[in-house]
């Protein structure tokens, strides 16, 4: 089993729809929780992190859930340009150290 | 502000040659993680230097992988001699040491050919 298991995707979605990606993680002491995006043949970047409490950045939310070892992204209103790879991301430790990347789960907005 | 850079880009070689790739983190991050996705497979963690030390090099897949950071600026990871199996993308990240400020920045990776 791997240590962080996605949405296998791809989802293909039309301007405007909700969608939601889910990623579970293997290791219960894991400390730091994170969405990466990665456009096509580029690095994958910062989306934001995810914390216990949950938290939003305009159409997209994040909500981790420790008992269940369970992390989710959702973005609404889609557009565009949200078309791209979305990694879930996992940290052992609160500081440095480190990631450990879901296969990634792969979006394709449609107009 | 500068960000993490990798060369060279794209490198073809043979398998059995050598090949040195660079990361040139961004300025002041003291955490330098190495990584790399070979097709099809997830991103996979080689090494994380923090300055010159290896902190943690859990990830290097065997002895023909060998990752320096001398002085704790730029690093290189040196593949010698190379396989076909190393195919894939390298990627670089570097980071602050700081607890509140620890997002990995990413370089654009070197993608490595081993005919």
């Known amino acids: 089993r791997k240590e962080v298991e996605q949405d296998p995707g791809p989802f293909n979605v039309p301007e405007g729809a909700t969608v939601a990606f889910n990623c579970t993680y293997s290791n219960s002491a894991s400390q730091s929780f994170f969405w990466y995006r990665q456009d096509c043949r580029k690095e994958p970047k910062l989306l934001m992190s995810?914390?216990?409490s949950g938290n939003e950045d305009g159409r997209f939310t994040a909500q981790l859930n420790r008992a269940s070892q369970y992390i989710s992204l959702l973005i609404r209103d889609s557009k565009l340009s949200d078309s791209a790879t979305y990694l879930c991301?996992?940290?052992?430790?609160?500081?440095?150290?480190?990631?450990?990347f879901g296969d990634g789960t792969t979006l394709t907005v449609k107009p | 502000e500068a960000g993490v850079t990798q060369f060279p880009s794209h490198s073809v070689i043979e398998k059995g040659q050598t090949v040195t790739l660079r990361c040139d983190p961004i300025s002041g991050h003291d955490n330098l993680y190495w990584y790399r996705r070979v097709m099809g497979k997830e991103i996979k963690f080689l090494l994380h230097?923090?300055?010159?030390?290896?902190?943690?090099e859990s990830g290097m897949p065997n002895n023909r992988f060998l990752a320096e950071r001398t002085g704790g600026t730029y690093s290189t990871l040196k593949v010698q001699p190379a396989e076909l199996e190393d195919s894939g993308v390298y990627f670089c990240?570097?980071?602050?040491?700081?607890?509140?400020?620890?997002?990995?920045?990413f370089g654009p990776g070197t993608r490595l050919t081993v005919l």
């Open positions: 990240a570097s980071s602050h040491l700081n607890l509140l400020d620890n997002e990995q920045f």
């Open positions: 995810v914390y216990s």
């Open positions: 230097f923090v300055k010159e030390s290896k902190q943690d």
């Open positions: 991301v996992v940290n052992p430790n609160t500081n440095a150290g480190k990631s450990t």
